[in-house]
């Protein structure tokens, strides 16, 4: 079993920046492909960027050129580097794999992005 516990959110100003942080525990992780999702109030969990064990990335067109998502895992952590953060990126984080398994959604953090 796989447990996933996010780090890393706050509350920033507008075109400010942070980094989360996903560390994995259980069985074998880095084989997986990763991904970070994003609740915002109202709204639907949406996917926000993958990354392959490879290091092969995708973001959703929203987060293109300002988040960078990587991995390292021999520390079976994933990363997601956040710049130029909007108010719109106001949401509760999640990691978890690509597609998602229910059991390993932990509890997320939250990021707060101030106008």
């Known amino acids: 079993q796989v447990q996933l516990s996010e780090f890393g959110g706050g509350l920033v100003q507008a075109g400010g920046s942070l980094v989360l942080s996903c560390a994995a525990s259980?069985?074998?992780?880095?084989?997986?492909?990763m991904a970070w999702y994003r609740q915002a109030p109202g709204k639907q969990r949406e996917l926000v960027a993958t990354?392959?064990?490879?290091?092969?990335?995708i973001y959703v067109d929203s987060v293109k050129g300002r988040f960078t998502i990587s991995r390292d895992n021999a520390k079976n952590t994933v990363y997601l580097q956040m710049n130029s953060l909007k108010p719109e990126d106001t949401a509760l984080y999640y990691c978890?794999?690509?597609?998602?398994?229910?059991?390993?959604w932990g509890q997320g953090t939250q990021v707060t992005v101030s106008s």
């Open positions: 259980g069985s074998s992780p880095s084989i997986r492909t």
């Open positions: 978890n794999t690509d597609p998602p398994i229910d059991g390993f």
């Open positions: 990354i392959t064990r490879g290091g092969v990335t």
